[in-house]
């Protein structure tokens, strides 16, 4: 997969979708989500209205998986109250990773909508969670892992990972 070709067709969905929406800020979760988040903010001119989070905390399955030892401060500068979010995040799965960003949004305000981006949805979904825009829908195993790789000039790369 083409995962600069993938952000092109994002990006081209997110625009349309969202040309008519007021007082939109952008979140992305830690790490690829963010990546995706900030290039995404750059291209529709909304860096002052980006935000990160890091769901570690908030995860169903916390005391189960430990905490991993690249945890990032939860960044959210703009008031959440009122405001339409836009959550971004690299690959859509089973929908925990969604749950746990929007818990951790609603601490920080009551938006009036949240509305969730991803490059990738590779299904496998455990809760009602559906992307408002994704690029590409594909089926993996089990065992595998879709991985998004940012290289230092800021391109991306996806690669699957055997677990």
Known sequence: MNAEALYKILLEQVKTG???VENLAIVGIYSGGA???ERLAADLQLKERLGFIDVSFY??????????ADVKPTQI???VDGATIMLVDDVLYTGRTTRAAINELFDYGRPARIMLAALVDRGGRELPVAA????????????????LQ???????SLTVDHA
């Open 18 to 20: 969202l040309a008519q």
């Open 35 to 37: 990546w995706l988040a």
């Open 59 to 68: 995860r169903d399955d916390f005391a189960a998986r430990g905490l991993h």
């Open 77 to 79: 500068p703009f008031e």
């Open 132 to 147: 408002d825009f994704v690029a590409e829908k594909i089926t993996l195993s089990d065992q595998q892992q879709l991985v």
């Open 150 to 156: 940012r290289a230092e000039d800021g391109s991306f």
